[in-house]
């Protein structure tokens, strides 16, 4: 238990629905990101957000839609997405942007049909 | 902008034998490397990290990892592996700031009874 919480485990989509994937953190951070884990593939950097503020986006589709809402907890929203956005998408939280260590959730296992 | 190679995407080794998990990175300028650890259905968890000092650090579970800055190295070895050994493991690397960090491609560590 690494202290960073997502929400589903796993998801299964079609390609017209609408989905968001939640994760929370209570550790106190201020840096939270989205990483995107595909078969083959290195871990892909989607998005930072330091101090509920957007610092990166990796030219990430905007199917992909991010929200933090404050410091603790971070959304991913999923619309029109294509099998090829099937993938283990990991949430990680750290003290903030620039620190060294960095806390992984367990991932979302999104499956789109 | 920093760069991380994992030459071996899979290696199979027999349990209590010895395993070595290479690294190299490019960068311009100095380093803190990392090994992270995904076991199967998980998120990623730090194993050990060289930040300044010794050039060898060590995990609390037997691993151990050495900075070699003249070949740009930062393999991870263990003397005697386990069967709960089994996992993906990612060397990654960011400048000292906590910028660029970048990820491997990850060698995934199937070990055999």
């Known amino acids: 238990e690494t202290g960073v919480t997502q929400t589903p485990r796993h998801l299964v989509m079609g390609m017209t629905n609408k989905k968001s994937l939640k994760c929370e953190q209570h550790l106190g951070h201020n840096a939270m990101y989205w990483y995107k884990q595909s078969a083959k593939k290195p871990l892909e950097l989607m998005f930072v957000y330091n101090f509920k503020e957007q610092t990166e986006n990796n030219s990430v589709p905007s199917r992909f839609s991010p929200e933090c809402p404050n410091s603790s907890h971070l959304f991913l929203h999923l619309h029109t997405l294509q099998p090829e956005d099937s993938a283990l998408y990991l949430c990680?939280?750290?003290?903030?942007?620039?620190?060294?260590?960095?806390?992984f959730g367990q991932g979302t296992r999104l499956t789109v049909v | 902008a920093q760069s991380v190679t994992q030459l071996d995407s899979q290696v199979p080794v027999f349990e209590e034998a010895p395993v070595e998990l290479r690294c190299n990175y490019s960068s311009s300028v100095s380093v803190y490397l990392f090994w992270y650890v995904q076991y199967p259905n998980q998120g990623l968890q730090l194993l050990l990290k060289y930040l300044s000092g010794s050039t060898l650090v060590e995990s609390i579970n037997g691993f151990e990892a050495e900075f070699n800055k003249s070949q740009t190295s930062f393999h991870l070895r263990k003397p005697s592996v386990h069967i709960s050994d089994t996992a993906e493991y990612f060397c990654?690397?960011?400048?000292?700031?906590?910028?660029?960090?970048?990820f491997g491609p990850g060698t995934r560590l199937s070990v055999l009874p």
């Open positions: 990654a690397v960011s400048d000292p700031y906590g910028q660029n960090f970048v």
């Open positions: 990680a939280s750290s003290q903030e942007q620039g620190t060294i260590e960095a806390f």
